[in-house]
């Protein structure tokens, strides 16, 4: 048998993962899941595109509404990323502080980089972390192509990622340079709503690599600067509740479509109730606010119909 730092796939339909969300002597509650599919059925039809959610409840209860494998992830496959750099780290027992020398000439002065802006020397001098930290938190471009070009290839990653959520649901074809160049690739390194809120709800309820390096992924989500007018904002002014999360935005295409908008989440009530949203916008007639605002309807629901089934 081969070993991996990183544990098998679990299957989907055997998915029951030993919870650390639930409250000690706490009753779960019991989820009405077609009224819950129902609402957020309702939501989604209003907009002019096309949606994709899945819920997880406490690893007990899940809701998938138009749970296709066609959605471009977009910046989400960051999370991916970030999950096949540490399993490489773990195997070969490197360290994530271990430090990197890039030259700027290499970096694409066009695309989305707060590490660019940041650093203005020639030779940009960073450790692993803080290039995955650029990635997840910032969802820096120019960071997630150094790993893919220097560490874990596009291959490797999607190989690894096959381990950890069902094959079918997602694949992993291009880097954020190579959908640059084109567009339409975009739509190859796509997965399915259930696949995305599987693995980031494994990444929080799971042992999946080393744990100093999961934990590192885990906070670095809760730190997540990007997308907080989606998932997060029905959620900001709730007390006591956190939100880890990884966003994806996409280009407009020539009919004028957003091509993608979305958001996976992982979320922690004040009792220790916890949940995964993974919202998935194709193909959107309208703009990136107007995107947000469907995929925080969503979020409000789901948070509104887990919140009144406390026992």
Sequence with gaps: MIRHCIVAMICLTMFQITSSCKTAGRTTAAYDRQELADTIGRIVSEYPGEIGVAV?????????????????????????????????????????????????????AGTWSPMLKEHPEQEISLTVKELMRYSLSLSDNNASNVLFRELVGITATDSLVATLIPRSSFRIAYTEEEMSADHDRAYANSTSPLGAAILMNRLFTDSLTDSDMQSFVKVTLMECRTGADRIAAPLLDKEGTSIAHKTGSGYTNEKGELVAHNDVAYVRLPDNRCYTLAVFVKDFKGDETEASKAIARISAAVYSMIEKNVR
Excluded: W
Aim: charged share 30%; glycine share 0%.
């Design 56 to 108: 997880i409840i406490d690893n007990t209860d899940t809701v998938t509404v138009n749970d296709k494998n066609i959605y471009p992830m977009m910046s989400v496959f960051k999370l991916h990323q970030a999950l096949a750099v540490c399993d490489r780290f773990c195997r070969e027992r490197l360290s994530l502080d271990s430090v990197m020398i890039i030259d700027r000439d290499r970096l694409d």
